[in-house]
């Protein structure tokens, strides 16, 4: 890389870690073939200032995608991390417990649940918060990983039948995206869950970003327009297909992938109709 290429990549905003990732990572996500910003796809050459890992065309992109992408923001782009729960979250989730997780017959409890297949919490809630809230280390942690997904899955459910008070959350939302695809390489994957993370990652990093469009347009935003953000979540969904096509999945995981990606996008789509007919 020359010193010419790299000034063109000046980031956002200073930064005292610009030069902390160096070797492979950095080589790769400046190959010219991927700098396109990681929202609307656009060519965009303003990297992220702290990881240099995403690129931006705007601040605008930039101020959308960066409260979500905080959680992976210089971390090993190969793995997968889910953010600590908040102070907010954990008082919710406190509060949900006791409501039903998924449809389970006879019906169980969230709390109930998360006992039945984390065996890390020993069956016990007062372990299974220090999880979910410590910081991430360095790598990924599988079990970690997995509760929290539960646990923003079962936020947003909570928001969306008026259980909490209702409030469009990126993570919160990605944890409903993000389950099924979870759940549809669990079986293929038994004993080896740090693989799954990994072979996962830029599939759910793709997710991410749809789900915060979807944020946005649900629940407003400044700078994106409704309209903008149905378009970018176009876009969104056909590069998750092309991440499922890129990563390191059996094929028939591929396949499931690629049809969970389509029937939500079509499941929102007939969303967005039935509001708009509400609304005329
Ligand atoms: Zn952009
Ligand atoms: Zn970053």
């Not at 935003?221 to 590069?239: D, G, H, I, M, Y």
């Amino acid at each position: 890389m020359s010193r010419t290429n790299l000034r063109r990549h000046e980031p956002l905003s200073g930064s005292s870690v610009r030069t902390r990732h160096r070797g492979l990572e950095r080589s790769r996500h400046l190959a010219p073939s991927i700098r396109l910003c990681t929202v609307c796809d656009k060519p965009g050459d303003q990297q992220c200032s702290a990881c240099r890992a995403i690129f931006f065309c705007s601040t605008r992109c930039q101020k959308l995608l960066g409260p979500t992408h905080k959680a992976l923001c210089g971390r090993d782009s190969e793995a997968f991390f889910f953010p600590p729960l908040s102070p907010a979250d954990v008082e919710a989730l406190e509060r949900i417990k006791d409501k039903p997780f998924g449809a389970h017959d006879p019906p169980v409890t969230f709390a109930q649940y998360l006992m039945r297949i984390a065996p890390v919490c020993f069956g016990r809630w007062e372990i299974f918060i220090p999880i979910v809230t410590a910081a991430n280390s360095g790598s990924s942690d599988a079990s970690r990983n997995e509760l929290r997904l539960y646990a923003y899955n079962h936020l947003h459910v909570a928001a969306d039948q008026g259980w909490t008070v209702k409030q469009e959350l990126p993570w919160h939302r990605f944890g409903t995206v993000a389950l099924p695809t979870y759940r549809a390489c669990v079986p293929e994957y038994q004993g080896r869950p740090h693989e799954l993370w990994r072979h996962l990652s830029y599939v759910l990093r793709q997710e991410l970003v749809y789900a915060t469009l979807r944020c946005a347009e649900l629940g407003g935003n400044a700078t994106f327009s409704k309209p903008e953000c149905v378009a970018q979540q176009a876009l969104a969904r056909r590069r998750v297909e092309e991440q499922v096509e890129k990563a390191e999945l059996p094929r028939a995981t591929k396949t499931a992938l690629v049809c969970l990606s389509r029937r939500r996008s079509e499941r929102n789509d007939a969303l967005r109709r039935q509001a708009e007919s509400f609304l005329r």
